[in-house]
Nanobody, 127 residues
């Protein structure tokens, strides 16, 4: 089992920045990728981006590319989501998620592929 704990959410104004963190514990040696998924009220879960655990390769949704950056600290089993130029439409609960046992360079853009999930952290962007 893998446990994921997010931190860093909050209320910000449009144009501000926010940094989310996700700490993984447990059987982290099995992880091949970690991602961020968000869910706005009344909407389905939306892939935000992912980073591969070994190589640190990143992939982003079109809606956040150029504004959001995912990084990882393997020594601390932590992944970060740096969000810049935030917009009101970025308002959502943000979940950290992890893939276990898959291929190292998978796309993993489908939230259903993720095996482990954090509890979520609220990000609210006011206009």
């Amino acid at each position: 089992q893998v446990q994921l704990v997010e931190s860093g959410g909050g209320l910000v104004q449009a144009g501000d920045s926010l940094r989310l963190s996700c700490a993984a514990s447990g059987r982290t040696f099995s992880l091949v990728a970690m991602g961020w998924v968000r869910q706005a009220p009344g909407k389905e879960r939306e892939f935000v981006g992912r980073i591969t655990w070994s190589a640190g390769s990143t992939l982003y949704a079109d809606s956040v590319r150029g504004r959001f950056t995912i990084s990882r600290d393997n020594a601390k089993n932590t992944v970060h989501l740096q969000m810049n130029s935030l917009k009101p439409e970025d308002t959502a609960v943000y979940y950290c998620a992890a893939v276990s046992g898959g291929v190292a360079y998978g796309v993993y853009s489908n939230p259903a592929r993720y095996d482990y999930w954090g509890q979520g952290t609220q990000v609210t962007v006011s206009s």
